[in-house]
């Protein structure tokens, strides 16, 4: 029996819980061998998302989030200093600029997003729209009153449609 390591699936995609969908987008998306910068995915409640992401040396002016095709674009720039002004005796700390993507499935999107101690915390939600959601539709039973034939509500199945 083979075992699959099913980790990637999870490295670029938010939101999806179809198998299939989430195969098809990792087959044809970036294998997400770019680890710069770090960052997490979290599942925050049945329909809630958190993505973090270390930003630090980045300032809320250098950072840039949005919506792009169905893909949250987040993306960061270092604004220019002159080389005269700093000497480094060690450069460690990474301040490069990056552009990472996440595909988002079907009605997730992103609510809000803030800065503190050197992450950047993005919020998603999953809404469903009302007329994509499962609705009950009510089985009737037909049965005889009085030599009559009457329509009798008895039993309620969920359908979904």
Not at 94 to 102: C, H, I, P, S, V
Not at 116 to 137: C, F, N, Q
Request: glycine content about 6%; charged content about 30%.
């Amino acid at each position: 029996m083979r075992n699959y390591d099913f980790t990637p699936l999870y490295r670029s995609t938010v939101g999806f819980d179809r198998l299939a969908s989430m195969l098809d987008i990792a087959l044809t998306a970036d294998a997400g061998t770019n680890t710069y910068p770090p960052y997490n995915i979290e599942k925050a409640g049945e329909d809630k998302y958190r993505i973090t992401v270390a930003v630090s040396g980045f300032s809320e002016d250098e950072l840039n989030v949005e919506m792009r095709e169905g893909q949250l674009v987040i993306a960061a720039k270092k604004a220019e200093i002159a080389n005269d002004q700093i000497t480094y005796l060690h450069r460690g700390i990474a301040q490069r600029a990056f552009e990472k993507r996440f595909q988002l499935a079907d009605h997730v999107r992103p609510v809000g997003a803030e800065s503190s101690e050197g992450l950047l915390h993005i919020d998603l939600v999953r809404e469903v729209p009302e007329a994509l959601k499962p609705r009950k539709i009510e089985i009737a039973n037909a049965s005889m009153i009085n030599g009559k034939t009457t329509q009798k509500v008895t039993e309620s199945r969920a359908i979904e449609a």
